[in-house]
């Protein structure tokens, strides 16, 4: 938003001062509603779940600070760690599973002559389902005595319902319900891969995965390593599948860090150690986002 | 220019945050209360029915307004209505649930009301228990309670060569059952709840069936006690149907509604609930009624069964003139047809116009001179199968009822979903060893409650 803001003012240093007022009164005015959305919903919002990580309140008397007991308390729940790792489980499940779908099939899908339109309504079709509705759909599947999974392919699998198996089954699902946009966005990005590139190397005798390991992959370099953040920053923030389908079960084995925020203040009423725990979770995806594009830097730009 | 454009930005924060905090304030000379609970329009009998009472308590009480929401008590969103100040001023919660509000402070205290309310004094202790606080301060009234039972599937219990109305009576029998309707139809023979905390309320109500007690008292403050042999023999009974019987499926992490819907399929033969189970059971999940058994719950030497139910609270904002006008319309809508025979035909003869289940029965909140001939008329005018629910009517009322356990209910439910789960998905999950771990999650949870 800032880089919007900071356009037109080095665009119109050299202009006259009155009519540089007069357009920024302008930019004001049509900034307003939307300053005035955002600060209502989403900045005064986060300001106050901020201070309600060091308060306690019942909602109905004046907010009491309590300094770090919010936080204390978090601590010294034994789930906040079980719900941490499990949170990194998943998100290193999706990484290996769901990260590389995508982009085979989108790279699978730039190769084809024909039908490539079929095949993009049906890759994104998943998405266009309700995240619910899809969630509630797999359970079904899943369902160890009558599901969907077990009959076609003839075993008794216990997905869903296996310390072991449940949180592969939920990065399953989630990765189905999520690829859809993520192909798109790659077949979009491979458009812009010059074909010369290609033709060059068709000519030297490359192969066609020599063509992809040495042109296409370093040409999406850059949307490859936004894809990626986006998608460590979404799958740390896992709620609807292990909400809906395991509520955490079995045995903890897919209680998340949303999970157990969603917990703290809808199920216990302990709206600042879910504040405490939410704000903990915003400082380390912003810590972890810094620290990557900071890494990444030097090779997205080259 | 740029500080033009933060300065006016900055204002515009400002005036949001106004924005966003007002309050809504409102008064003429009436006191105006909101009151929950108005069926929808889907429900026109019932609707038309409730706007009649409305009109009637305001005729019969001129200086109050009532203004009617069809809003139900939803945990997701109640913390959220209650700080926008949306929350109406009588709203009804679970019996599951008034004990962790009135501990926060969000539900009124109506001791002083109670003198207002007809018959406030005839009330059974066991039915006001759920919402009387540790001081012994009243916090909601019933308006609806039941005693959790066992509901089986009338048509699996034939098809395995059992009797229908020979429900078991004893835990020993419900195994065995258990395992001849597994082995005859090839459907799971008994059910158990264990996600969304239904795991740890179940095996409360299934710990109170032999016996025992989940806290008790030590001192002054409340205790774990589920390391004792009542919860470890409930857990051993599952253990023993789920891997050495075979009659519980392989399907498990179900709450009590993906339990209900597998039970209306015909998918589950068994499984621990009170009658209002019936409702859902017909209109959510299009159960057949024909079907749908319902038993007391088989109680062990000692045991008792866990009370549930709904109560109507206060909310904590209001004044003590709304607080008063609540608890008036609270005694005429929700009390009277619990004393007074002619609205509760009335009320049991709109719910069948609906097509909804009318005059399921429950349990009478006063003793038999007051409550017999209201029961009476429900069940002359009931569209239910009543006759299914025989064995549950006449073994229910010798039973002894238990309420929840008295401190952090929901954080020791949760920390025994995971007790039950083990048991139900791992063939060599040790059932002490689980209560122990579970016992070290809830300790520093009581421990810190009772500060």
């Not at chain 1, 007022?21 to 901020?50: D, E, G, H, N, Y």
């Not at chain 1, 499990?86 to 290193?92: D, G, S």
């Not at chain 1, 809906?244 to 969603?262: K, R």
């Not at chain 2, 005839?122 to 066992?150: H, Q």
């Amino acid at each position: 938003m800032t880089a919007v803001l900071e356009r037109p003012a080095t665009s119109s240093r050299s202009s006259r001062s009155k009519a540089r007022r007069k357009r920024s009164f302008a930019t004001a005015f049509f900034l307003a509603p939307m300053v005035l959305v955002f600060a209502c919903f989403s900045w005064w919002p986060i300001i106050k779940s901020a201070l309600l990580a060091f308060q306690q309140t019942n909602l109905v008397d004046p907010a009491q600070f309590v300094a770090l007991e919010n936080f204390s308390n978090l601590f010294a729940d034994p789930l906040l760690g079980i719900a941490v790792r499990n949170t990194i489980w998943f998100t290193a499940l999706a990484l290996i599973f769901g990260f590389p779908v995508p982009v085979f099939l989108a790279v699978v899908m730039s190769e084809l002559r024909r039908g490539g339109g079929l095949f993009r309504v049906l890759v994104y079709l998943p998405v266009a389902v309700p995240p619910v509705v899809a969630v509630l759909l797999w359970k079904w599947f899943y369902n160890a005595d009558y599901g969907l999974f077990n009959s076609v392919l003839g075993v008794k699998l216990p997905w869903l319902q296996d310390t072991n198996w449940a949180m592969p089954s939920l990065v399953l699902e989630a990765t189905w319900a999520g690829a859809g946009g993520t192909v798109l966005i790659y077949i979009a990005a491979l458009t812009a891969v010059p074909n010369e590139l290609y033709e060059a190397a068709e000519s030297d005798g490359a192969s066609i995965w020599r063509r992809i390991w040495h042109i296409t992959l370093p040409q999406l370099r850059g949307v490859l390593l936004l894809m990626l953040l986006l998608q460590i920053i979404g799958t740390f923030q896992v709620f609807t599948e292990p909400f809906v389908m395991t509520d955490g079960g079995p045995e903890d084995s897919t209680v998340t860090v949303l999970l157990l925020i969603y917990r703290y203040a809808f199920v216990y009423g302990d709206y600042g150690m879910a504040a405490a725990l939410s704000v903990l979770l915003a400082v380390v995806l912003g810590v972890l986002s810094a620290v990557y594009l900071r890494a990444t830097r030097t090779w997205s730009a080259s | 220019m740029k500080a033009t454009l933060a300065k006016g930005t900055a204002g515009l924060l400002l005036l949001a945050a106004a924005a966003c905090g007002a309050d809504a304030k409102s008064g003429d000379g009436k006191i105006e209360i909101t009151v929950s609970g108005m069926p929808p329009s889907t429900q026109a009998a019932s609707q038309k029915d409730f706007l009649k009472y409305v009109a009637e308590f305001e005729k019969a009480n001129p200086n109050i307004k009532l203004k009617p929401t069809d809003a139900q008590y939803d945990v997701k969103t109640f913390a959220a209505r209650l700080a926008a100040g949306q929350l109406e001023t009588v709203f009804r919660v679970p019996l599951t649930d008034p004990q962790a509000l009135l501990k926060r402070r969000q539900i009124a205290d109506i001791t002083g009301e109670m003198n207002s309310v007809q018959h406030g004094s005839d009330f059974d202790k066991r039915i006001l228990a759920p919402a009387t606080g540790p001081d012994g301060k009243i916090y909601g009234l019933p308006t609806e309670a039941y005693a959790a039972g066992l509901v089986y599937n009338r048509k699996l219990f034939d098809e395995a060569g059992l009797d229908p109305d020979k429900p078991p009576t004893t835990w020993d029998e419900v195994r065995k059952d258990a395992k001849i309707i597994a082995e005859k139809t090839g459907v799971p023979g008994f059910g158990m709840h264990s996600t969304t905390n239904t795991g740890g309320w179940m095996l409360t109500t299934l710990t109170y069936a032999f016996g025992g007690r989940m806290e008790k008292p030590e001192g002054d403050r409340q205790v774990v006690a589920f390391q004792e042999g009542p919860t470890l023999q409930a857990l051993s009974l599952l253990k023993a149907m789920r891997w050495e019987d075979d009659s519980m499926g392989a399907q498990q992490l179900r709450n009590q509604d993906d339990l209900l819907r597998d039970f209306a399929g015909g998918k589950v033969a068994m499984m621990m609930g009170a009658p209002n189970l019936f409702s859902s059971f017909k209109t959510k999940f299009g159960g057949d009624a024909e079907i749908y058994g319902q038993a007391a719950l088989p109680l062990g030497p000692g045991g008792g069964t866990l009370l549930g139910g709904t109560v109507a609270v206060v909310s904590p904002k209001a004044t003590p003139e709304q607080r008063a006008a609540a608890v008036k319309w609270i005694d005429y809508y929700y009390l009277r047809p619990k004393y007074d025979p002619a609205p509760a035909s009335e009320r049991t003869k709109k719910k069948a116009a609906d097509n909804l289940p009318a005059g399921v029965p429950q349990l009478p909140f006063y003793d038999e001179a007051i409550s017999g001939p209201v029961i009476q008329a429900e069940r002359a005018d009931s569209n239910v199968p009543l006759k299914n629910f025989d064995s549950y009517v006449t073994t229910v009322g010798k039973q002894e009822f238990v309420v929840e356990p008295p401190v952090a209910g929901q954080e020791l439910y949760a920390a025994l979903d995971s007790v039950v789960q083990a048991v139900l998905t791992r063939k060599d999950a040790d059932p002490a060893t689980e209560l122990k771990a579970a016992a070290e999650k809830v300790t520093p949870i009581l421990d810190r409650s009772q500060r």
